[in-house]
């Protein structure tokens, strides 16, 4: 997987690039990088990136000119250019409900049958960035990811050259360069041997649950996502008692099946806290739904339309 990042901050990724998981990936050249300044594609002696909106307003607008320089500096031309291209992202064709294969970014990759190249605007007015998103666009070969600044970027540039736009959350940011590294971090960790196995793709694409696969066969943390649809379970390390608490009495028992029970009790728990939406589409045993309704849990629709077996 090649990531090329267009940005006028390139110095704002060094740090993330030199360390843990990224850095690794780099070195072991799973995973490459380039970074291009946006600046280097202008021609005046300010150097000028940005220009005031038509029609007024506040903030500045990134100028087309040096963004179309930059991505054709990448041999990546116009969508109506490329050879094969693949169906730009139509905003009606994918839904943010969370529904299978509904994942921003699924079909173009899907129907651009050959694996290649994709050109993503980050901003706060994409679809939304999910574990799925990053899956899907897995397969690339290169992916382009363009930082959005100041207000806005010009839409033109969006039109002919953007596959598709992306946000990572409902908040607004400065710019797109934390989502570019979120974006990159998250796809580099699924890359086949970053993690250091081959399992958790394995794991996430059957949905096995917690419960019936143990820590060793999987062998990476088990966040949400990767585990049913679950937020993860609490941790717990040496020493056995800090600050006048103790670790769960279970986790030292050495009963592992115990262990995956209290586990798997404490992912429910804490999504039924903090992120019950999740519940709606996470697989659950009918234990896991007695678990939840003795919570406090009321499935979507329930009574009325509580799900039934069969
Ligand atoms: Cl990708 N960009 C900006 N500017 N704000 C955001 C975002 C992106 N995602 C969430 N908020």
């Keep these: 997987m090649r990531f090329e990042i267009i940005t006028i901050f390139p110095e704002f990724f060094t740090g ?43 903030g500045m607008v990134l100028k087309p000119e040096p963004l179309a320089e930059a991505l054709e500096s990448l041999g990546i031309a116009a969508k109506a250019e490329r050879g094969l291209s693949p169906p730009t ?10 529904a299978p ?36 666009l897995l397969p690339l070969e290169r992916v382009v990811l363009l930082c959005g600044r100041y207000e806005g970027v010009d839409e033109r540039i969006n039109s002919l050259y953007c596959d598709m736009e992306l946000s ?11 989502a570019a590294a979120v974006v990159m971090d998250a796809m580099t960790r ?26 060793d066969e999987i062998g990476v943390p088990r966040s949400q996502h990767g585990s049913g649809g679950l937020l993860d379970y609490p941790h717990y390390t040496r020493p056995a008692e800090f600050g006048g608490l103790a670790a769960p009495e279970v986790l030292l028992s050495g009963d592992h099946q115990q262990i ?18 999740l519940l709606d589409r ?29």
């Design 16 to 58: 993330f690039f030199e360390h843990g998981v990224v850095r690794r990936a780099l070195k072991d050249g799973l995973v490459s990088v380039g970074v291009q300044d946006l600046r280097e594609f202008t021609h005046d002696r300010h150097r000028t990136v940005d220009d005031r909106p038509f029609g007024g307003g506040e």
């Design 260 to 277: 995956r029970r209290w586990r798997r009790e404490q992912q429910l728990r804490k999504t039924l806290e903090n992120r019950p939406d």
């Design 89 to 98: 992202l139509a905003p009606e064709k994918t839904r943010q409900d969370g």
């Design 282 to 310: 996470a697989q659950l045993s009918d234990e896991d739904r007695r678990m939840l309704v003795s919570l406090g849990w009321q499935p979507v629709g329930w009574p009325s339309r509580g799900r039934r077996q069969g």
């Design 190 to 215: 699924l890359v086949p041997g970053v993690l250091g196995n081959e399992a958790s793709s394995e794991f996430e694409s059957f949905g096995i649950t917690d419960s019936e696969i143990s820590a």
């Design 168 to 178: 990572i959350g409902d908040y607004v940011l400065s710019g797109g360069e934390l």
């Design 101 to 136: 294969h509904s994942v921003a970014g699924t079909q173009a990759v899907e129907e651009g049958a050959v694996a290649g190249t994709r050109v993503i605007l980050l901003s706060a007015q994409g679809l939304r960035f999910t574990q799925a998103t990053a899956r899907a």
